[in-house]
Nanobody, 126 residues
Framework: QVQLVESGGGLVQVGGSLRLSCAAS????????MGWFRQAPGKEREFVAA????????YYADSVKGRFTISRDNAKNTVYLQMDSLKPEDTAVYCC???????????????????WGQGTQVTVSS
């Protein structure tokens, strides 16, 4: 059974930085894609970034491109989301997700991922 556990959320001021972690277990993840999504109060869950476990190819939503960086540590089975230049509109619950993609595609839809973590709150104060 795949388990995803997020950590690293918190309260930060505008312009600050946070690094989220997603510890993955229960499977060999070499053919998986790992994604980060977020959901703000009253809004739908939205795609933030994704990375192929093998090779490290990544993809970002336009709203975070140039500010957020997704990466993975194969030895620790952990995916990170480095968030810089944070804005109030980045406030949300951030969730890690995983999906088996042997074809190498990178899904961006909420309904395209099979496994989800519980989420971690990120609050950006002005």
């Amino acid at each position: 059974q795949v388990q995803l556990v997020e950590s690293g959320g918190g309260l930060v001021q505008v312009g600050g930085s946070l690094r989220l972690s997603c510890a993955a277990s229960g499977r060999a993840f070499s053919s998986y894609v790992m994604g980060w999504f977020r959901q703000a109060p009253g809004k739908e869950r939205e795609f933030v970034a994704a990375i192929k476990w093998r090779g490290g190819t990544s993809y970002y939503a336009d709203s975070v491109k140039g500010r957020f960086t997704i990466s993975r540590d194969n030895a620790k089975n952990t995916v990170y989301l480095q968030m810089d230049s944070l804005k109030p509109e980045d406030t949300a619950v951030y969730c890690c997700a995983a999906d088996w993609r042997p074809d190498g595609s990178i899904p961006r839809g909420t309904n395209e991922y099979d496994y989800w973590g519980q989420g971690t709150q990120v609050t950006v104060s002005s």
